[in-house]
């Protein structure tokens, strides 16, 4: 038996939506995507997170939580009860710059679940019940996510790269400010906040039989502009600082290093994905390969971006036993200097890895309609991916060195060191206690 041949991978671009728009100024963008029988539908409300009034940072976050407890018209468990009779999941999350609202529903109850989705949105029923009880499980998680060294690690580390603003803080408030909402605080804030206009409703499925723009009308045509929109707070770099977080009785220190960076729009954002792929962002990346696998210091290490809107943050993020802290930081500032350039192999294995994943991460409607999401949240153009992946493969050794270089010095890091401060050598940090 001749082994059979292997052929090159055929060419792959990102679906282009069919776009329509209804007369409040909601656009729909339909995808196509023949097989795909539960459809994913996102609605992205153009909603920055400094709309949210001073000292009740995570109002944002809980009134998206609420949406789908109750609406004027089907309070209370009626609602739930009437999204499961149509085999329906609702979600919502928040970023900082829109709100987005997801639904998750089979192509032939997509008219019915739409309905109860514009409920959700535009007349929610905000009982004091509910709130209250969203509020409580708000508190709860923040105090399990601050009980982590890596989210307080990541957390600081924001806080660093970015210049005092709502930006820098987490995007679901605090302690503090979560104690402080009220209902009538979240009634107000969807209220004045929750606008068709500039907003983007992405439904990605096989839309045979389906019309997303008919139904779209009948479910949200009615829905008015509220006032006007406030505008994003943009990105800025901070201050750089180093700091250790003591955590008493911590088994681990959990290390973070980082710089402000660059969006999506930037022309060097394809070089500095391969370059940040090379250096850390995957498995046998040089951080990994020494960090890891000849120093035995840590699991794993990973260096990533974060692009928003506009500016972005740049990390890098690993943990290791408490004494082993020092040595570890030391290597991975030296490593970080990239003083041997980047081989073709090196590059070559990188490109491949970021190009290779993307037909089959965007295999499924769920993960275009979240891509698409990003795209409308970002306000990318719409063959965006295709173009990156294009642009992906015009890197070259030089043109990753020269963005890494120019983006990343090691000596103008911010580095956050979460641990017991009473268990590790002085590293020459300001200590927060």
């Not at 979240?370 to 970002?378: E, F, N, T």
Request: charged share 20%; net charge negative.
């Amino acid at each position: 038996m001749n082994r059979p041949e292997v052929l090159p991978a055929r060419p792959w671009t990102f679906p282009i939506p069919q776009i329509t728009q209804l007369d409040n100024g909601l656009a729909i963008w339909a995808y196509d995507l023949p097989g795909q029988f539960i459809l994913a539908s996102t609605l992205v409300l153009e909603l920055p997170i400094n709309a949210e009034p001073e000292g009740l940072d995570g109002v944002a976050t809980i009134a998206v939580r609420c949406l789908d407890e109750g609406t004027l018209t089907h309070p209370g468990t009626q609602f739930a009860a009437a999204l499961e009779g149509v085999g329906a999941e609702f979600a919502g999350l928040v970023g900082l710059s829109t709100t987005q609202c997801l639904l998750d529903v089979p192509c032939d109850s997509f008219p019915e679940a739409l309905s109860l989705f514009a409920e959700a949105v535009t007349t929610p029923a905000f009982d004091d019940s509910d709130v209250e009880r969203i509020r409580a499980n708000r508190r709860s998680e923040i105090d399990q996510q601050e009980s982590r060294g890596s989210y307080v690690a990541s957390t600081a580390l924001r806080a660093a790269l970015l210049a005092d603003s709502r930006l820098a803080h987490p995007v679901g408030g605090n302690s503090t400010t979560v104690a402080a909402i009220r209902p009538t605080d979240v009634a107000q804030f969807q209220a004045t906040h929750y606008r068709p206009e500039q907003a983007v409703l992405i439904v990605a499925g096989d839309l045979t039989g389906v019309d997303p723009a008919k139904d779209a009308a009948a479910a949200f045509g009615d829905w008015n502009p509220a006032n006007q929109p406030v505008q994003p707070i943009q990105a800025s770099p901070g201050t750089r600082r180093r700091r250790l977080i003591h955590r008493e009785g911590a088994v681990q220190a959990d290390i973070r290093l980082g710089w402000f960076g660059i969006d999506r729009r930037d022309p060097r954002w394809s070089d500095l994905q391969v370059a940040l792929t090379v250096m850390g962002g995957s498995f046998n990346s040089r951080l990994n390969t020494v960090l890891r696998e000849e120093r035995g210091y840590t699991y794993g290490v990973h260096m990533s971006a974060h692009p928003y809107r506009t500016g972005g943050l740049i990390e890098v993020a690993t943990s290791t036993r408490t004494e082993a802290a020092p040595d570890l930081i030391d290597e991975a500032l030296d490593l970080l200097q990239a003083s041997e350039p980047f081989t073709e192999e090196e590059v070559r294995a990188a490109v491949g890895y970021l190009t290779g994943s993307a037909p089959l991460a965007f295999g499924t409607a769920d993960a275009v309609a979240s891509q698409a999401a990003s795209i409308a949240a970002s306000h990318l153009d719409l063959d965006h991916v295709t173009n990156s992946l294009a642009a992906l493969g015009r890197v070259t050794p030089e043109s990753a060195i020269a963005a890494y270089r120019a983006l990343i010095d090691p000596d103008q890091a911010s580095l956050i060191v979460v641990a017991d401060a009473d268990q590790i050598a002085d590293i020459g940090y300001e200590i927060s206690r």
